[in-house]
């Protein structure tokens, strides 16, 4: 049998010694990380992620009790392999290498202290903090360019089934005259980062089986898009008819209320679901 003891004040104060240490000696890197993150609205995720991955571990609070302090080398090898990559992505100008070397040297020397055992009781929320790298901008050319034009296409199809006279040039959109250069803006981007997480969130707050976990993680792109519509049809509306001011205003705002809408649809998914008698949760063969 496993000996397992209680978690003592030393524990917390030698794990806050270590984390805090790995973050002041990667500072500069954390540092240029949040500032991308508050100054460029397509890495807003990375605001998003420390608070996902505590509510995550809130969550889970009850599993502390099964996770004994394990002090273990792999911690040092872990930032050993962080240091690594964060000195060749520095010398190698290779941004990604450098903020993920940060990443790993912080969780190495949390799990010097904390053990295995924690990190596959609280897998959740370690996955979570990945969403603190930026993501890279060939990766998000990639994903945006082709969100540009299915969120443009399915604006204007929806606009016209409605009887609005809306145009489309490429990706830009043209109402009562103003060309509204928002699918750009709009492209989705945001909105899959920020939604995925959301939906990692969501998946792995609620009891639910492994086979539908992957299956709402797999339509939160679907979701997104779905979103980033429903923000852009009065965003469009706006310009065409409105002040730039005041569609400026919404457009800014609406980034962030659609995280919400995201989470009403996925809750509504879960309800259909659940409707249509499809086993969701663990325990769905035992109550049957």
């Known amino acids: ?26 500072r500069e890197i954390w540092r240029d990380i949040f500032r991308i993150g508050w100054h460029n609205e397509e890495q807003s ?7 996902i991955a505590l509510w995550l571990m809130w969550v889970r609070r009850e599993r502390l009790r099964f996770c004994r302090p394990c002090w273990t080398l792999l911690g040092p090898l872990v930032v050993g392999v962080g240091w690594a990559l964060a000195w060749y992505g520095f010398h190698g100008s290779t941004t990604v290498f450098w903020h993920f070397g940060a990443l790993l040297i912080v969780a190495g020397a949390a799990i010097t202290v904390v053990g295995v055992e924690f990190v596959r009781n609280f897998a959740p929320a370690m996955i979570a903090l990945v969403f603190l790298m930026p993501v890279p901008g060939d990766i998000r050319g990639d994903i945006a360019v082709p969100l540009q034009k299915v969120t443009a296409t399915v ?31 709009c492209n989705g981007m945001r909105m899959v980062a920020a939604l995925v997480l ?8 609620t009891p639910m089986r492994q086979g539908v976990r992957i299956f709402i993680l797999a339509i939160s ?4 898009i779905v979103c980033n519509v429903i923000r ?10 409105s002040s730039k001011d005041a569609a400026d205003t919404f457009h800014d705002v609406s980034g962030w209320a659609m995280l919400f809408v ?11 679901l659940r409707w249509i008698e499809i086993p969701i949760t663990p325990y769905a063969v035992a109550e049957e």
């Open 1 to 26: 049998m496993i000996q397992r003891r209680a978690w003592r004040f030393s524990d917390g104060v030698l794990l806050a010694a270590l984390v805090g240490l790995a973050i002041v000696a990667t």
């Open 45 to 51: 995720h990375i605001l998003l992620a420390p608070l």
């Open 155 to 185: 604006t204007q199809f929806g606009m016209e089934l409605f009887g609005v006279p809306v145009t489309r040039a490429g990706n830009q959109l043209s109402l009562n005259g103003q060309d509204v250069a928002v699918a750009e803006a």
């Open 198 to 205: 959301v939906s990692f969130a969501f998946v792995f707050s």
């Open 221 to 224: 792109p679907l979701v997104a």
């Open 232 to 241: 852009l049809v009065p965003t469009v509306l706006l310009y065409g008819y």
């Open 262 to 272: 995201a989470l009403g649809i996925l809750w509504g998914i879960f309800g259909v």
